[in-house]
């Protein structure tokens, strides 16, 4: 079983602050870890991909995420806010398993830029 | 990345009638393709995946007579909301990848109001 906690459902930060946005998962298997952005009536774009390689992973547009086993967490991070990051954000589990293609997604994280 | 499309991206009908909503991969071919369903302010749903020249296989709790899917050939599957009521209404999502253990590319989502 695999599931994926998003504990943030909205998250507000002013433009050129830092983001965070916090996740955390469970898998019985050892687990593949994505973020996908996604803007309003939009499909999803993958930001970045966690899978068994390099614990720090960095994608686009300047984000970046650290897969910690210890924590089981891949929170998400950027060093600086730009006002077209305001969109909802996913974290996805998938079983690093041959033939399972089965993604769990969280709950979903609204990020707001503040002016 | 590749590019999977959806369409149409809204569409309004009347409660009753039947609507097709089709996804395609334009640049790939897709072996496996994804339906989701979202409802408003929450995370996407898998409802079935299907494989090119099989039958789909269902979520639990998704009724095979009223979401038909359709994948005929590689690069097309289609998604039919039969009967439609407005409790349909949703955005639904669709996502192809082309083979075991690679990315899942998302379509931009199509918009189902029933009325």
């Known amino acids: 079983a695999q599931s994926v906690t998003q504990l943030d459902s909205h998250v507000s930060v002013s433009e050129g602050t830092p983001v965070l946005l916090r996740c955390n998962y469970s898998s019985s298997y050892s687990p593949s870890l994505f973020w996908y952005v996604q803007h309003p009536n939009k499909g999803l774009q993958l930001l970045l991909k966690y899978t068994s390689a390099a614990t720090l992973v960095k994608g686009i547009n300047g984000f970046e995420a650290e897969f910690k086993k210890s924590e089981t967490s891949f929170h998400l991070t950027k060093p600086s806010a730009h006002m077209s990051d305001a969109a909802e954000y996913f974290c996805?589990?998938?079983?690093?398993?041959?033939?399972?293609?089965?993604?769990?997604f969280g709950t979903g994280t609204r990020l707001t830029i503040i002016p | 990345g590749a590019v999977v499309s959806q369409h149409p991206s809204r569409v309004i009908c009347k409660s009753g009638t039947s609507v097709k909503i089709e996804c395609r991969s334009l640049d790939f071919q897709a072996t496996t393709m994804f339906w989701y369903r979202q409802f408003p302010k929450q995370s996407l749903m898998l409802m079935a995946t299907?494989?090119?020249?099989?039958?789909?296989?269902?979520e639990q709790g998704v009724e095979k007579d009223k979401f038909l899917i359709n994948h005929a050939s590689l690069t097309l599957s289609t998604l039919t909301v039969t009967s439609a009521h407005p409790e349909d209404s949703s955005f639904y999502i669709c996502?192809?990848?082309?083979?075991?253990?690679?990315?899942?590319?998302f379509g931009q989502g199509t918009r189902l109001t029933v009325v």
């Open positions: 299907s494989n090119e020249g099989s039958k789909a296989t269902y």
């Open positions: 996805v589990v998938r079983p690093l398993l041959f033939g399972n293609e089965k993604l769990t």
């Open positions: 996502s192809a990848k082309l083979r075991l253990n690679t990315e899942a590319f």
